[in-house]
């Protein structure tokens, strides 16, 4: 039987793998809820705790190390990926069983678990059909995840994240060594999210998902790959990318990157729009970049010497 922590004040909450997304969602929890954070990495601990939450060490990957938080937090946001190697995904089963029956848990999932669309455009009723090792791994967590959700009387939202960018998760280093990308002919449309949007989603997740419920944490953008790379490329006065067929530039890229040119999906957002009442801070990938390269000229001149007058 899982120990019960004694409960007092706000609710506790467990993130786990709080990275950039995570700090990024500490400020809007912190009022809500008591927050504690997971890291199997003891430097970090000053890095969150600063941040508002209270550090814990263990390992998602040793079910041993997890033991004493057994019963911590009745509320949970899931952002660590799989291994990567395997098929099942151990970390999230390692994580249900310390955590309290009638729990309530975000998971952080991925688009990739559709596979290749075709392009076509779709909501949260189509199947699942993924078609690389990411995704399979993907979709074992979430079966997990619902079998653990009816099992526990918990509720659950997954949520299915697409390319997460920011103004420091572009492609300009990608843009300005010239990599390649796919010719028109041969071009993928590719789903987008600004962080900041993410974390906020996460949070209305949080207190407004319905029980077992599926949503696409997508914004309203429609780009193809290349349009996305020439949008950054054009807004940051960086070359465009060249164009290959894909052929060609199978050649030039690794198979991971190369996976990723290979799915196209257009996928909708409705769900999140009409049941969490989400409003995009960024609701296009064009003003998210926008955004990023004004707070880039904002910083340099923060940072530059002024020069005084004689």
């Given at each position: 039987?899982k120990?019960?922590?004694k409960?007092?004040g706000?609710?506790?909450?467990?993130?786990v793998?709080?990275?950039?997304?995570?700090?990024?969602?500490?400020p809007?929890?912190?009022?809500s809820?008591?927050?504690?954070a997971l890291t199997?990495q003891?430097?970090r601990c000053?890095?969150?705790?600063?941040a508002?939450?209270?550090p814990?060490?263990?390992?998602?990957?040793?079910?041993?190390?997890?033991a004493r938080?057994?019963g911590?937090?009745?509320?949970?946001?899931?952002l660590?990926?799989p291994?990567?190697?395997g098929?099942?995904?151990?970390?999230?089963?390692n994580?249900?069983?310390?955590?309290?029956?009638?729990?309530r848990l975000?998971?952080?999932?991925?688009?990739?678990?559709?596979?290749?669309?075709?392009g076509?455009?779709?909501?949260?009723?189509?199947?699942?059909?993924p078609q690389?090792?990411?995704a399979?791994?993907?979709v074992?967590a979430?079966?997990?995840?619902?079998r653990w959700?009816?099992?526990?009387?918990?509720?659950?939202?997954i949520?299915r994240?697409?390319?997460?960018?920011?103004?420091?998760?572009?492609?300009?280093?990608?843009?300005?060594?010239?990599?390649p990308?796919?010719?028109d002919?041969?071009?993928?449309?590719?789903?987008?999210?600004?962080?900041?949007?993410l974390a906020q989603?996460?949070?209305?997740?949080?207190?407004?998902a319905?029980?077992?419920?599926?949503?696409?944490?997508?914004?309203?953008?429609?780009?193809?790959?290349?349009?996305?790379f020439?949008?950054?490329?054009?807004?940051?006065?960086?070359?465009?990318?060249p164009r290959?067929?894909r052929n060609e530039?199978?050649q030039?890229?690794?198979?991971?990157l190369?996976?990723f040119?290979?799915?196209?999906?257009r996928i909708?957002?409705?769900?999140?729009t009409?049941?969490?009442?989400?409003?995009?801070?960024?609701?296009?990938?064009?003003?998210g970049v926008?955004?990023?390269v004004?707070?880039t000229v904002a910083?340099t001149?923060?940072?530059?010497?002024?020069?005084?007058?004689?």
């Amino acid at each position: 039987m899982k120990k019960q922590f004694k409960k007092w004040g706000r609710p506790r909450l467990l993130i786990v793998g709080c990275g950039d997304v995570g700090l990024r969602l500490l400020p809007l929890l912190r009022a809500s809820f008591r927050v504690y954070a997971l890291t199997s990495q003891p430097a970090r601990c000053a890095e969150l705790r600063a941040a508002g939450a209270i550090p814990l060490v263990a390992n998602l990957d040793n079910a041993a190390s997890l033991a004493r938080l057994s019963g911590l937090a009745s509320y949970c946001v899931h952002l660590a990926p799989p291994r990567s190697e395997g098929v099942k995904d151990q970390r999230t089963q390692n994580l249900t069983a310390i955590l309290p029956d009638k729990s309530r848990l975000v998971y952080i999932s991925t688009t990739g678990v559709y596979g290749d669309c075709g392009g076509a455009s779709f909501d949260e009723t189509r199947p699942v059909k993924p078609q690389n090792a990411r995704a399979i791994r993907r979709v074992a967590a979430e079966e997990h995840l619902r079998r653990w959700a009816r099992q526990s009387h918990s509720r659950l939202a997954i949520l299915r994240v697409p390319g997460i960018y920011a103004a420091d998760r572009l492609p300009i280093e990608r843009l300005q060594k010239g990599t390649p990308a796919l010719a028109d002919a041969d071009d993928v449309y590719t789903n987008h999210i600004h962080a900041d949007d993410l974390a906020q989603l996460i949070k209305l997740a949080l207190f407004r998902a319905l029980p077992q419920r599926v949503y696409n944490a997508v914004d309203d953008s429609d780009l193809t790959m290349a349009a996305y790379f020439d949008l950054v490329a054009d807004t940051f006065a960086l070359p465009r990318p060249p164009r290959l067929p894909r052929n060609e530039l199978a050649q030039q890229v690794s198979p991971m990157l190369l996976s990723f040119m290979s799915e196209s999906r257009r996928i909708q957002n409705r769900r999140i729009t009409s049941e969490l009442g989400m409003r995009f801070q960024y609701p296009t990938v064009a003003e998210g970049v926008a955004a990023a390269v004004a707070a880039t000229v904002a910083a340099t001149f923060a940072t530059t010497p002024t020069t005084k007058s004689p």
